[in-house]
């Protein structure tokens, strides 16, 4: 094809460069052809081929979820397209921006433009699928539209709250030449996330009266959030939450925002989280909760229970979001959190805390993170097995200070939300809205494109690996240098779990003999290039995770840690005496800790649950019980 006259393909590939975007992944196809054709002989946008639509969405996010960028995404039609699906849906639900582009058959062709069930080859009408799962779809209809379709889409994909944009276009517009020339490349527009605009009114008069019921509060709590993520960088959020000198809590999303050993960083609370920190937050009298959705796994199941004596502030961006929170004792502020932590951070405060403070420490003492998983492994066990939590403790201990974690789902996620102390430029992040398997390793790649001078760091499990797996391949391609760690536990420990508690014990689909078996990794090490080391002894952890860290290029550290470790600790749902599934609040987690010692943390306010509870036969296992 003559290159002479500017196409619709050139106005995608000038829109890419003037948003300053410098990396897309994606996969060929008949349905994108002209568009790689177009940014590859521009050569201004590095094109990244992956070997699943999937796995480019997520690389997408892992470059925009550490970097605060767009990510970009180009998929074909058909099946491109399709699997696509999974990695937008995610992005969406944990507002990564990104912009899909997708290739389609020619305009006429596709059932978008006819009713017919198919016509032309693969086509299919995405953007009818898309439409409901991201921020906004859109069909291209016009070539000369093409460039500002895409320049306003990455802007909107930007925008607070920030999402999935989704452009399809179809072939015929990709070649058609374009009637004027190429918009000038002019400057560049910022692709960074940016501060929603906030009412100042609503700001100012929701400051006043956050001041008022901070003067009568004795206990408050803040609880951070992504949605701060859009604002200034992290060593301003850190200086901020210092001034205002109110015990902090982060959300897994937000796990990253303050360093492990910030004077107010009180861990993470939920159903997950820090046994203290969910302590600290069911005795606090005031949440504020900023640039948080509050998720189920952060307040667990019962709204009511959370925080349940306290008023609670959500400060969302998003109005939908505040509409959840029904009742007298939520106060909703609809307002950027980033300029909502501003505000307070200069306020002066109504009163000093220091009692309360002090007090929260004595929880952290008296509930040490790293004591609470001791007991994931049985005690006849624990010189023959490895606990993943103890190994994830080694790798916080000896990464570098602007390390990235990525994590799948399974192990990777529980031990390493949990156990690793986050500090400096340290990241962490997954997919936690989806929580699809198989998000890890893409996420990864991504990250270490994005940040080539980092060290990646993957937590995987032997589960979630045979998912994305063939981006494998692409790692060794690039030759990236990702610590891929895979905990190996006979397949899937989570459901093992699930069935263990909720169904009798009777494993189907969860591991080799209910019918799901993992591939050797040493031979899949082999195969994809990477060094393979195997972690199996407690002795070895040490010297295994400084191996896992010193090894240059692609390593894949297996490690076989108990095939039955529980994830501790965690509000358990528990199976009472007719079936009934009972949920304990928040601050009594398993394994459960006397009622005695329960009671003291809560000030005597103990929750007539957990009295009854402890009552109850069941399977659950108390503090010291083996399993
Ligand atoms: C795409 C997808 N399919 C199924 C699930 C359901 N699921 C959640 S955890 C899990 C098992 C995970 O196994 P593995 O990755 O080995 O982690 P483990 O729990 O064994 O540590 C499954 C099947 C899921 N989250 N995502
Ligand atoms: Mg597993």
Not at 6 to 28: K, M, Q, R, S, Y
Not at 66 to 89: E, K, M, P
Not at 175 to 200: C, E, Q
Request: negative net charge; hydrophobic residues 40%; charged residues 20%.
């Amino acid at each position: 094809m003559s290159q002479n006259v500017a196409t619709g393909a050139d106005a995608v590939a000038a829109a890419l460069e003037e948003l300053g975007v410098e990396i897309v992944f994606g996969i060929t196809g008949a349905g994108n052809l002209a568009i790689c054709d177009a940014i590859h002989r521009r050569g201004a946008t590095r094109l990244v081929f992956v070997h699943h639509e999937q796995a480019a969405v997520m690389a997408a996010q892992g470059l925009s979820r550490t970097t605060g960028r767009l990510g970009v995404a180009l998929v074909t039609t058909g099946g491109g397209s399709t699997n696509a699906l999974t990695g937008i849906v995610g992005a969406n639900m944990d507002s990564v921006p990104v912009l899909l582009i997708s290739g389609n058959e020619n305009s006429i062709h596709t059932n978008r433009d006819n009713e017919l069930r198919i016509w032309g080859v693969q086509g299919f009408d995405s953007t009818a699928v898309f439409f409901p799962v991201v921020k906004r779809a859109h069909r291209a209809r016009n070539a000369d539209q093409l460039h500002d379709l895409l320049v306003n889409s990455a802007q909107a994909a930007l925008e607070p709250r920030s999402g999935v944009v989704a452009v399809d276009i179809p072939m015929d517009l990709q070649r058609k030449p374009l009637n004027g020339s190429l918009p000038a490349s002019g400057a560049r527009v910022a692709t960074g996330m940016r501060s929603a605009v906030t009412d100042l009114e609503v700001l100012d008069a929701s400051i006043d009266a956050l001041l008022a019921s901070l003067a009568r509060s004795v206990r408050p709590v803040l609880l951070l959030g992504n949605g701060l993520r859009t604002g200034p960088d992290r060593s301003t959020i850190r200086e901020q939450v210092a001034a205002i000198r109110i015990p902090a809590l982060l959300s897994w999303s937000g796990i990253d925002l303050l360093d492990a050993d910030h004077p107010m960083n009180f861990g993470r609370s939920g159903i997950y989280g820090d046994r203290f920190s969910n302590m600290i937050v069911q005795n606090s009298d005031l949440v504020v909760a900023i640039g948080s959705r509050l998720a189920i796994p952060q307040m667990s199941y019962d709204p009511a229970d959370f925080a349940r004596n306290a008023q609670v502030y959500v400060v969302d961006v998003d109005r939908q979001e505040l509409e959840k929170f029904v009742g007298d004792r939520w106060v909703r502020v609809q307002a950027d959190a980033s300029a909502f932590l501003d505000r307070l951070a200069v306020a002066d405060q109504p009163r000093d805390y220091a009692p309360w403070i002090d007090r929260c420490a004595q929880l952290r003492a008296d509930f040490p993170r790293r004591e609470q998983t001791v007991e994931a492994v049985p005690a006849a066990d624990r010189d023959a097995y490895l606990n993943s939590y103890d190994v994830v403790y080694e790798i916080s201990d000896q990464a570098g200070p602007d390390d990235i974690f990525v994590t799948d789902m399974g192990t990777g996620l529980l031990s390493g939300f949990y156990g690793l102390d986050l500090r400096h430029e340290q990241r962490l992040a997954t997919s936690l809205g989806l929580g699809e398997m198989g998000y890890g390793l893409p996420a990864a790649i991504g990250s270490q494109f994005a940040n080539p001078d980092s060290t990646v760091i993957c937590l995987n499990a032997d589960g979630g690996m045979m998912l994305n797996l063939q981006e494998l391949q692409t790692v060794a391609h690039h030759d990236l240098p990702i610590k891929l760690v895979v905990f190996s536990n006979d397949g899937y420990l989570m459901i093992k779990h699930s069935q263990r508690n909720l169904f009798d014990g009777r494993l189907v689909g969860s591991d080799k003999d209910s019918g799901v078996s993992c591939p050797d990794f040493a031979k899949l090490a082999a195969t994809f290039g990477f060094t393979y080391l195997h972690l199996s002894e407690t002795g070895q952890t040490t010297s295994a995770v400084r191996a896992l860290l010193d090894t240059a290029g692609p390593v894949l550290l297996e490690v076989v840690m108990h095939p039955d470790q529980l994830f501790i600790p965690r509000v358990g749902t528990i199976k009472g005496d007719n079936g009934t599934l009972v949920s304990p609040p928040l601050e009594d987690m398993i394994p459960l800790i006397s009622e005695a010692a329960l009671s003291a943390a809560m000030n005597g306010a103990l929750h007539p649950e957990s009295t009854r509870i402890r009552s109850m036969p069941s399977t659950l296992p108390t503090r010291g019980e083996q399993r």
